[in-house]
């Protein structure tokens, strides 16, 4: 294995090829756990710390890979406690994460793509469009980051890939940081079940992703009848809900495992009681729970928030037919709320 010039990140390779790359400096495979550990248990900045390596090891290791922690360019903090972070990255492009606090613990919120290619209606982010996906070490970086921030790391313990992005279009590289994620020897060490990939439906991606992982998946719905979805989401033009869904009841789970479907509840579009009963009905073949979202309001955009009467009507019929359906109100909104809006503020797009 050939490590190109510049320095690249040690955070981007995976154990086998940093394996690789310690063979051919003569040293022994597991020297590659004891370096991740450094980077990700023990938060260790530079490579002159790992003193559990030899020194020439340490020399090289410096001289051949950076590694470097996101600029933090912006940070807020919500009146509900949660944080917002935007961190520039090593090119000068701009991503975002999000802090979420919770009654006993926290969860954050990562992007896996500088600005997203979906094209979704009512999506904040789509209105900057696609740059590039992230690398591993960018994914990564924002969970070791936010991490070495907190006065109590321990309480974070959930991770979703709901920020900006689709995760499952940039899927080997978000899929080998979920492997560094559940690590419990060398990596974060986070549970399967508290780590959550969100997607719009990429069917075929779905359907690896719950070949190779036991993590949890969350599916935006957000419609139930075709002409509606792919009015709000393109993407349904490639992957109809005839589709969507066959792959959804094949999906793989685990024992009380269940599949989280994102309903995002927009004004006269998808709010009607007989929505409702369709959607309970779509869904009655698989083990699911709803969350339903209140639309975020944001400049540029016309679709409002349906009143809190209709929001609580939705929900009751759909408990009323068996589900587990949660209310998820977004937190952060006296800050820049919606995914997105701190990243335009940055470059200069008008934002609520």
């Not at 600029?71 to 701009?94: S, Y």
């Not at 033009?237 to 793989?252: D, K």
């Amino acid at each position: 294995m050939i490590i190109d010039t510049p320095r690249r990140d040690i955070k981007d390779l995976g154990r086998n090829t940093l394996r690789q790359w310690l063979a051919q400096q003569g040293e022994a495979p597991y020297r590659a756990d004891q370096i991740w550990r450094w980077i990700y248990r023990d938060q260790a900045d530079t490579f002159d710390t790992m003193s559990n390596l030899s020194k020439s090891l340490r020399q090289t290791l410096a001289a051949t890979f950076t590694l470097d922690r996101p600029t933090l360019a912006n940070h807020e903090v919500a009146r509900d406690g949660a944080e917002k972070f935007l961190f520039e990255l090593q090119d000068g492009r701009h991503i975002e994460s999000v802090l979420i606090p919770e009654r006993n613990h926290a969860t954050l919120c990562i992007s896996s793509q500088v600005g997203c290619a979906q094209n979704c209606r009512f999506c904040f982010t789509a209105t900057g469009g696609w740059e590039r996906n992230l690398t591993r070490g960018e994914i990564l970086g924002q969970v070791r980051d936010v991490k070495y921030r907190l006065r109590h790391p321990e309480i974070l313990t959930n991770i979703v890939f709901m920020g900006m992005g689709e995760p499952l279009a940039n899927y080997r590289n978000v899929v080998d940081a979920i492997h560094l994620l559940l690590d419990n020897k060398a990596g974060f060490g986070f549970s399967q079940r508290k780590v959550t990939v969100s997607t719009a439906g990429l069917v075929p991606q779905m359907e690896k992703l719950g070949r190779e992982t036991a993590i949890s998946l969350a599916v935006s719905l957000n419609a139930t009848d075709n002409a509606t979805r792919s009015r709000l989401m393109p993407i349904n033009q490639r992957y109809p809900l005839e589709t969507l869904l066959a792959a959804c009841r094949r999906y793989p789970l685990r024992p009380y495992r269940r599949i989280t479907f994102e309903y995002i509840l927009i004004q006269g579009i998808n709010d009607r009681r007989e929505d409702a009963r369709r959607l309970a009905k779509l869904l009655r073949p698989i083990r699911a729970k709803i969350n339903l979202i209140p639309f975020n309001e944001h400049e540029g955009c016309r679709f409002r928030c349906p009143t809190e009467t209709v929001i609580r009507q939705f929900q009751n019929d759909l408990v009323n037919r068996g589900y587990t359906a949660i209310i998820r109100n977004s937190k952060g909104r006296d800050i820049s709320a919606a995914c997105g809006q701190l990243r335009a503020r940055t470059a200069g797009r008008p934002i609520t």
